[in-house]
């Protein structure tokens, strides 16, 4: 649905208030006609856990621990395992 708006005099205009705090891209195409989507802005430092590689070895390590029940750790035997002490599934005793 076409809306006309006024611009005011710092340039701006209001899409109205549903769109309040929303993010949105902004892509001039020519002087005068602009394309306006709202959505979710992804900061650089965080645009590499939505690569495929990352995703997928995110996917695959959200799914491991789904299926995969707590256990608490033994602090005192990690200890030990980081010190070379221990073997992994090795008791302490």
């Given at each position: 649905?076409?809306a006309i ?12 208030k ?17 394309i306006?989507?709202v ?12 690569e ?11 799914a491991?621990?789904?299926?995969t ?7 005192d035997?990690?200890?030990e ?13």
């Amino acid at each position: 649905m076409a809306a006309i708006k006024t611009l005011g005099s710092s340039g701006q205009i209001s899409l109205g208030k549903r769109y309040a705090g929303r993010q949105a891209v902004v892509d001039e195409l020519e002087p005068g006609v602009w394309i306006v989507k709202v959505g979710d802005f992804v900061p650089d430092n965080e645009r590499w856990l939505h690569e495929p590689e990352a995703k997928a070895k995110l996917d695959r390590a959200l799914a491991r621990a789904a299926r995969t029940p707590f256990q608490e750790t033994d602090l005192d035997q990690l200890e030990e395992r980081l010190r070379g002490g221990v073997k992994p599934n090795q008791t302490g005793s």
